[in-house]
């Protein structure tokens, strides 16, 4: 397991009001910029404004109106859509979330549709783009593996949320497709998931034990590269359809897989998994920025300098060299280095550096401000000698970290936040962690109305990073500026895996003495 980054102390601030949602028999709960929640029926809606189209999302099959050789496809694979879950069926149910001015926070309608009654909550952007562009998914399904002539199902629960940018199409495209891709690589590698000798120990009557190395292949090595050859065949097949499909920009992905007792969180992008415990934050995921990833890319750009172009250098300044400099120094840093050391600066250093920026605002090639996901094949920096093409510095592989929660001491208060960057460009993972154990104070679990915790916990979280329109501008409770960005939470109880997990251990060790009794 890849050891968790320590995060800094910092003051919780936590917003006044608590939303508490309606029961399940609500179309969904949306809550508007004064606070107020409002609940919407079925049927058509006066401020619908229109088609739901864009570039990479809309009509599935409509054919190109484009002509020449160079044209883009404009087929769709998939139509413009939201989570699943949230049973928006038709395209008035999806325009009415897209409202930029009241920015209302969309909940699933039927609070048992989620895995343990887990909470999700949503929200648009305050005007960036028309249509939100993140995307959700949640699945439970199982593994086939036929073990001693039996066939043996290994279940497995899967969430995942998907930051689009630059079109919602990739994301769209993810979000039903990468799920497939996991259950096809557990599949490939169930029968050494439950066999005790595992994948990559030599047969015993090898001819040439010497030369044959022994290695043991641990079960939770398979799953990580189950998920981490996942994403790579996701992001080719994404490739090599954007030939055929309209489906531009790209998509950070996050990922949380559980199966055989453990959870797996794969990242790769800013969108972050955090784990809560007694208003403490535990973090399970690392962003992927241009500044996180500066050695990885200025690498890559010192070993393959014609991918830069002339326009572009990878060596790292304190500031942009201008002309003045030429023949002064000027503290820098190359590939290899973590710290700073002097050169003279000449012509040649005044190529834009490809990592540039602080924080939120760092960009690849002045371009791009993430450095993993899915998507940008045909992504250009501005250049005046010719295409400088971005993908070849952009990753699908995923970080990923595990928890074994069959032997981890875990309690009620033991959640998993799952959200896209929209909510932690604004809001800390320790007041994020202070949210969450608030509301579950506030909510009894074993009343009846205790299933709406997770949703009511979700919404809590969206409203803390969307905060309220004042005198035209977002702002959060504590006064300052919310996100204007697309927000997705997830919000996961761990408790109820662990307690399937121990159960299913149970029967199946009363199955083994039986059979021994026989």
Not at 135 to 158: C, D, E, F, I, N
Request: overall charge neutral.
């Amino acid at each position: 397991m890849a050891a968790a980054r320590p995060i800094e102390e910092s003051n919780v601030r936590l917003r006044e009001n608590e939303v508490v949602p309606r029961g399940p028999n609500s179309f969904w709960v949306l809550h508007n910029s004064s606070g107020t929640s409002v609940s919407n029926a079925r049927g058509g809606f006066p401020w619908r404004s229109g088609p739901l189209e864009e570039d990479g999302v809309g009509e599935v099959g409509r054919p190109s109106q484009a002509t020449g050789a160079q044209a883009r496809p404009s087929k769709q694979k998939y139509c413009y859509q939201r989570p699943a879950f949230l049973k928006l069926a038709t395209e008035d149910e999806i325009q009415v979330t897209a409202d930029h001015a009241v920015r209302p926070i969309i909940v699933p309608r039927d609070v048992s549709v989620l895995p343990w009654s887990a909470g999700y909550a949503e929200t648009i952007n305050a005007g960036k783009t028309r249509h939100n562009e993140d995307q959700a998914m949640a699945r439970q399904g199982s593994v086939g593996v036929v073990l001693g002539g039996r066939l043996v199902q290994v279940p497995y629960t899967m969430f995942s949320v998907y930051d689009g940018h630059a079109g919602a199409g990739c994301a769209v495209t993810a979000s039903n497709d990468l799920w497939q891709a996991v259950q096809a690589r557990l599949e490939s590698v169930g029968p050494q998931l439950l066999t005790a000798r595992q994948a990559g120990q030599p047969e015993p009557e090898s001819e040439h034990p010497a030369w044959t190395p022994t290695r043991t292949i641990s079960e939770e090595s398979l799953i990580i590269g189950a998920l981490e050859a996942a994403f790579w065949d996701t992001d080719q097949k994404i490739g090599e359809e954007k030939k055929v499909y309209s489906m531009p920009g790209g998509c950070t992905v996050l990922v949380a897989l559980f199966i055989l007792g453990k959870l797996y969180v794969a990242n790769a992008g800013d969108s972050r998994a955090v784990l809560t415990r007694s208003s403490r934050a535990y973090p399970m995921s690392y962003d992927f920025t241009p500044v996180s990833e500066r050695q990885r890319l200025q690498t890559l750009g010192r070993l393959a300098p014609h991918l830069l172009g002339p326009e572009y250098g990878w060596l790292e300044y304190v500031r942009r060299p201008t002309r003045r400099d030429v023949g002064s120094r000027m503290l820098y840093r190359d590939a290899h280095m973590t710290g700073w050391a002097y050169k003279i600066i000449q012509e040649s250093d005044l190529e834009f550096p490809m990592v540039y920026g602080e924080g939120k605002r760092s960009r690849l090639l002045a371009t791009i401000g993430v450095t993993r996901g899915f998507g940008d094949h045909d992504l250009r920096a501005q250049a005046q000698s010719g295409p400088v093409l971005i993908k070849p510095f952009l990753s699908p592989q995923p970080e990923v970290r595990v928890l074994d929660v069959e032997t981890e001491t875990v309690t009620a208060e033991d959640v998993l936040v799952l959200g896209t960057d929209g909510l932690w460009d604004v809001v800390s993972n320790e007041e994020v962690a202070a949210i969450v154990q608030r509301g579950l104070q506030a909510w009894d679990n074993e009343s009846k109305a205790g299933k709406y915790r997770y949703i009511s916990l979700a919404q809590d979280l969206v409203m803390a990073a969307r905060g309220k329109l004042k005198e035209r501008n977002w702002r959060r409770s504590s006064g300052g500026a919310a996100t204007i960005d697309d927000i997705s939470v997830f919000v996961i109880p761990i408790l109820p895996y662990k307690q399937e997990v121990l159960a299913a251990k149970t029967r199946r060790e009363a199955g083994e003495e039986g059979r021994e009794g026989e």
